[in-house]
């Protein structure tokens, strides 16, 4: 008799393509409704003047508003039935979409929002300001309805259901530290310049804009990571953009920034008068980064040590950060020996090798001091905690070494093959590579020696593992209590000195504290004798002992 089969593989790929469709088509037509209802608020506020609203734009603004809208509530009818019973592909593709386009309205009202009302402190030079209410009040209105959808039981998602909130917090977070910047960077050129002072044309003006958009960001930062509860949250996703943005991030910022001031200050790169240019010029920027990188980095480097992160996202972010010094330490010390070839090389002033060392050293130092401070190359450390970092930075390393080698045989062979018409010498021409040939090697020699020796106190461990566990005595406890209550004996189970046997009896189960009680009496007792035992816990957490023999 013939049977037939239905095309699984067919039937799969369309279960996985179908979710996909529709909600790449839903975030689509949201975008639309949005650009559509912007538009037609900023029709609106004009009075649909012809003169400052063009037929075009009324006939997009209708458009996008009268198509889009329906087009858009018909198909979120049809993915909110799906979503009532979701399987775990749908529920996680609905999540992306709906961070997706939470994200992307966001980011657009906000920013309009603030944008209007920094325009009353500091009016645009356009004077137009029906765009930016327009846009504020329609991203808006689709902003909302899209946090209503992630936030209300019946159709928030299952699969990364923080994701939409972890987004927008990161997001503010970045807008709070560009504000930060901005503010700082206003008031410290009102103080450090001579003709921007409180009573000039622009200052005050534009750091009062600065602290507007800082008050704002600050207030949608602060609803996100307290009142939406992100800081509590604990999920990969949130923990990642911890790392990258809260972390990772300010903390690249401030080793750059606070680099380029101390190059500005080595002694030997610039004269007092051209020193005190630079820092008019841009060290109130530069300044205001150091200071705003170090708030985020602090701030959530506190988080972190809070107790609100579990102790494998604190190594990783510690190794993270140790990754991140000792990659600016690596490109500061290509940068010194570059300089130190460049001060040998005839054709290079001394200004500019001077600089290159000033800015290689601040690198360095800066480098050298988080990369000592978060990996703690002088500390003993498990070796399972950074086996995959210590390889990740052998390979990048190794690769970065390979590429210069390659560059500095190709320059090697481009100076011979050419020196007819060339002026500079061999060295100038090979310094660069041979500068970051010698600290990536450096760096990929220093971690493959690490991971061998990890590799080795590894192996070495698991051996004396092994024979401490054939060869020592374990020492014998037999505990009698209620059956019920046999878990509470994990702790004691787990001890690899000791063998031990629940036997049950009779009764119900023991209460909390009459465990926590037992558990304490037999700890105890094991620390003052040294032989077997046997426990009999009673009903009121007293335990009855009786050595073995």
């Given at each position: 008799?013939?049977?037939?089969?239905?095309?699984?593989?067919?039937?799969?790929?369309?279960?996985?393509?179908?979710?996909?469709?529709?909600?790449?088509?839903?975030?689509?037509?949201?975008?639309?409704?949005?650009?559509?209802?912007?538009?037609?608020?900023?029709?609106?506020?004009?009075?649909?003047?012809?003169?400052?609203?063009?037929?075009?734009?009324?006939?997009?603004?209708?458009?996008?508003?009268?198509?889009?809208?329906?087009?858009?509530?018909?198909?979120?009818?049809?993915?909110?039935?799906?979503?009532?019973?979701?399987?775990?592909?749908?529920?996680?593709?609905?999540?992306?979409?709906?961070?997706?386009?939470?994200?992307?309205?966001?980011?657009?009202?906000?920013?309009?929002?603030?944008?209007?009302?920094?325009?009353?402190?500091?009016?645009?030079?356009?004077?137009?300001?029906?765009?930016?209410?327009?846009?504020?009040?329609?991203?808006?209105?689709?902003?909302?309805?899209?946090?209503?959808?992630?936030?209300?039981?019946?159709?928030?998602?299952?699969?990364?259901?923080?994701?939409?909130?972890?987004?927008?917090?990161?997001?503010?977070?970045?807008?709070?530290?560009?504000?930060?910047?901005?503010?700082?960077?206003?008031?410290?050129?009102?103080?450090?310049?001579?003709?921007?002072?409180?009573?000039?044309?622009?200052?005050?003006?534009?750091?009062?804009?600065?602290?507007?958009?800082?008050?704002?960001?600050?207030?949608?930062?602060?609803?996100?990571?307290?009142?939406?509860?992100?800081?509590?949250?604990?999920?990969?996703?949130?923990?990642?953009?911890?790392?990258?943005?809260?972390?990772?991030?300010?903390?690249?910022?401030?080793?750059?920034?606070?680099?380029?001031?101390?190059?500005?200050?080595?002694?030997?790169?610039?004269?007092?008068?051209?020193?005190?240019?630079?820092?008019?010029?841009?060290?109130?920027?530069?300044?205001a980064i150091v200071v705003a990188a170090a708030v985020i980095w602090i701030y959530h480097q506190l988080q972190l040590r809070s107790g609100l992160r579990s102790t494998s996202i604190v190594n990783a972010a510690r190794l993270v950060?140790?990754?991140?010094?000792?990659?600016?330490?690596?490109?500061?010390?290509?940068?010194?020996?570059?300089?130190?070839?460049?001060?040998?090389?005839?054709?290079?002033?001394?200004?500019?090798?001077?600089?290159?060392?000033?800015?290689?050293?601040?690198?360095?130092?800066?480098?050298?001091a988080v990369w000592v401070a978060y990996f703690k190359p002088f500390k003993p450390s498990p070796a399972d905690s950074r086996g995959v970092y210590l390889v990740l930075f052998f390979g990048a390393s190794s690769v970065v070494a390979?590429?210069?080698?390659?560059?500095?045989?190709?320059?090697?062979?481009?100076?011979?093959?050419?020196?007819?018409?060339?002026?500079?010498?061999?060295?100038?021409?090979?310094?660069?590579?041979?500068?970051?040939?010698?600290?990536?090697?450096?760096?990929?020699?220093?971690?493959?020696?690490?991971?061998?020796?990890?590799?080795?106190?590894?192996?070495?461990?698991?051996?004396?593992?092994?024979?401490?566990?054939?060869?020592?005595?374990?020492?014998?406890?037999?505990?009698?209590?209620?059956?019920?209550?046999?878990?509470?004996?994990?702790?004691?189970?787990?001890?690899?000195?000791?063998?031990?046997?629940?036997?049950?009896?009779?009764?119900?189960?023991?209460?909390?504290?009459?465990?926590?009680?037992?558990?304490?009496?037999?700890?105890?007792?094991?620390?003052?004798?040294?032989?077997?035992?046997?426990?009999?816990?009673?009903?009121?957490?007293?335990?009855?002992?009786?050595?073995?023999?």
């Amino acid at each position: 008799m013939a049977t037939t089969t239905a095309p699984a593989p067919l039937s799969r790929s369309g279960s996985v393509l179908r979710p996909v469709i529709l909600h790449g088509l839903l975030f689509i037509l949201l975008m639309v409704v949005a650009t559509g209802l912007a538009a037609l608020l900023t029709a609106l506020f004009h009075g649909f003047d012809a003169q400052q609203v063009s037929t075009e734009q009324l006939a997009m603004a209708w458009a996008f508003s009268l198509v889009g809208i329906p087009l858009a509530w018909l198909l979120w009818r049809s993915i909110r039935k799906r979503l009532a019973h979701p399987a775990a592909f749908d529920s996680a593709i609905w999540s992306l979409q709906a961070s997706a386009a939470y994200l992307a309205t966001l980011a657009a009202s906000s920013c309009a929002a603030l944008a209007v009302l920094s325009g009353l402190v500091a009016p645009s030079t356009q004077g137009a300001w029906q765009p930016t209410l327009g846009t504020a009040l329609g991203w808006g209105a689709v902003c909302a309805w899209q946090h209503h959808q992630v936030v209300v039981a019946r159709t928030a998602p299952r699969q990364f259901a923080h994701l939409a909130a972890a987004v927008g917090n990161y997001f503010s977070m970045v807008l709070v530290a560009l504000s930060l910047v901005a503010t700082l960077k206003a008031a410290l050129e009102i103080l450090v310049r001579p003709d921007n002072t409180l009573a000039g044309p622009t200052g005050m003006r534009h750091l009062l804009v600065a602290v507007i958009w800082l008050a704002g960001a600050t207030a949608l930062w602060f609803w996100h990571w307290k009142l939406r509860r992100v800081q509590k949250m604990s999920d990969p996703f949130n923990d990642i953009l911890l790392i990258a943005l809260g972390l990772a991030a300010p903390a690249l910022a401030l080793l750059l920034s606070g680099a380029k001031l101390f190059s500005w200050a080595w002694p030997q790169a610039w004269t007092a008068q051209e020193r005190a240019g630079l820092f008019l010029a841009g060290g109130p920027e530069l300044l205001a980064i150091v200071v705003a990188a170090a708030v985020i980095w602090i701030y959530h480097q506190l988080q972190l040590r809070s107790g609100l992160r579990s102790t494998s996202i604190v190594n990783a972010a510690r190794l993270v950060l140790g990754g991140i010094g000792l990659a600016v330490l690596a490109t500061g010390l290509g940068m010194v020996v570059n300089a130190l070839f460049a001060a040998i090389a005839a054709s290079v002033t001394v200004e500019y090798s001077a600089g290159l060392l000033g800015h290689g050293l601040g690198l360095l130092i800066l480098g050298a001091a988080v990369w000592v401070a978060y990996f703690k190359p002088f500390k003993p450390s498990p070796a399972d905690s950074r086996g995959v970092y210590l390889v990740l930075f052998f390979g990048a390393s190794s690769v970065v070494a390979l590429i210069s080698l390659l560059v500095l045989g190709y320059r090697i062979f481009e100076y011979y093959l050419g020196s007819e018409t060339r002026l500079d010498s061999l060295l100038d021409t090979v310094r660069a590579p041979l500068g970051w040939l010698v600290a990536t090697a450096a760096v990929a020699g220093y971690h493959f020696v690490l991971w061998r020796a990890d590799k080795q106190s590894k192996a070495e461990a698991s051996g004396v593992s092994a024979v401490d566990h054939s060869s020592v005595t374990r020492r014998a406890v037999i505990i009698v209590g209620p059956a019920a209550s046999e878990p509470m004996a994990a702790q004691l189970v787990a001890r690899p000195e000791l063998s031990v046997t629940w036997v049950a009896s009779a009764g119900p189960a023991l209460d909390d504290r009459a465990e926590v009680s037992v558990l304490a009496r037999i700890e105890e007792y094991l620390d003052c004798e040294s032989g077997p035992l046997l426990a009999i816990a009673n009903d009121d957490g007293t335990v009855q002992f009786t050595d073995l023999a």
